[in-house]
């Protein structure tokens, strides 16, 4: 099916060549006028795919006495921002302000801000959180958040940052590109030998054979930078929950999902969701070697039951035994190894000199 990047792509193929596959990804999902989350709002039953959020209250609930935990670990300063990387329909915030009105203070000092591209989904959000009163500000960057004090959240962020992909020939890293077949259609295509890039190859896959294919993440990079010099000069903590490997691992994850079903990620760029899996091996030594204090991954069913998911669930459960079935198979979803449960990871970046953060066993 064409589409108005479609056709935008392939004339920018034909007149300079093929493009990365980070470039196609970026352009599919973030084009101001026909990108994916410029003109859908993807999230929910009946969309593209469903976060854990829009599964149960609960998990955005655990996550606002997380953060009002955090900020009190950091001093209780006032303020401080309270920041969404990529808020969806706003429910998250929502769990998280409805479960931090029972610490004192911890709203009255928080500034709440939320970093979305999308246009469509800002309004969805606004439309999520004006009725509960809450007063957010939204902005396009993290790097635009004002300084001081922060915590910052990302649910399913990371996924969606642009990747590139590498594969090993004749023992050397090419990029795999985007190109256009005989008929027109997009197709992957060899790119040239990678250059300083090679440095983003993740170290346990280095040594991999000839055809290996491996994912470059330089947008997970920046993110730990952005936050590496912040924490520097403030107090803060990031939590990121998004899905892959807690070890780097070889092969192509660049996937589309549209309808809740996996599609061509070369089809129809605009109309389907465009992510990859996170290398938390990779996003861990970044951080790390850019000062942060890390803990985690820990698998996303471990966390949640060490927060406390089910002593909430079976709080729930006395106060609507109607809804006794439905709670336990939200606490599955989120939870059981074959659903959301370990595919699903959990890593903290911190400042320097802050408690361990909560639900960690430890750090690393």
Request: net charge negative; charged share 20%.
């Amino acid at each position: 099916m064409s589409t108005p990047i479609a056709v935008r792509i392939a004339d920018q193929i034909r007149n300079g060549g093929p493009i990365s596959v980070a470039a196609f990804m970026t352009q599919a999902m973030f084009d101001p006028r026909d990108g994916y989350y410029a003109t859908k709002n993807p999230i929910g039953a009946g969309e593209d795919f469903v976060t854990a959020p829009a599964v149960s209250q609960m998990f955005g609930e655990l996550i606002g006495l997380w953060c009002a935990q955090v900020w009190m670990d950091m001093g209780k300063p006032v303020p401080f921002h309270l920041v969404e990387l990529g808020p969806g329909t706003g429910q998250m915030m929502s769990d998280i302000v409805r479960a931090g009105r029972a610490v004192p203070g911890f709203l009255d000092a928080a500034r709440i801000t939320l970093i979305e591209a999308s246009a469509a989904l800002k309004m969805v959000q606004g439309r999520t959180l004006t009725p509960m009163g809450i007063e957010a500000v939204w902005m396009n960057r993290i790097e635009e958040v004002p300084g001081g004090p922060a915590v910052f959240i990302g649910n399913e962020f990371l996924d969606c940052l642009a990747v590139r992909q590498a594969v090993k020939q004749d023992g050397h890293w090419h990029e795999r590109m985007v190109g256009l077949d005989d008929g027109g259609a997009f197709t992957f295509v060899m790119g040239p030998q990678l250059g300083q890039e090679a440095d983003l190859v993740p170290d346990r896959l280095r040594d991999a054979p000839d055809g290996t294919l491996v994912e470059l993440r330089p947008g997970d990079r920046q993110v730990v930078e952005v936050l590496s010099r912040r924490f520097a000069e403030y107090p803060g903590r990031a939590l990121f929950i998004d899905y892959g490997p807690a070890q780097s691992e070889a092969g192509d994850t660049f996937q589309a999902i549209r309808d809740h079903q996996k599609a061509d990620p070369l089809n129809a760029p605009g109309t389907a969701d465009l992510t990859a899996r996170v290398d938390f091996e990779q996003l861990g030594k970044s951080a790390r070697e850019s000062g942060l204090q890390t803990a985690g991954p820990v698998e996303q069913g471990d966390w949640l039951k060490a927060l406390g998911l089910e002593m909430r669930a079976a709080a729930l459960m006395r106060s609507s035994p109607e809804k006794k079935s439905v709670i336990a198979r939200q606490v599955m979803r989120l939870t059981e190894p074959d659903q959301m449960g370990s595919l699903f990871k959990v890593m903290t970046f911190s400042a320097p000199g802050l408690p361990k953060a909560p639900g960690f066993a430890g750090d690393g």
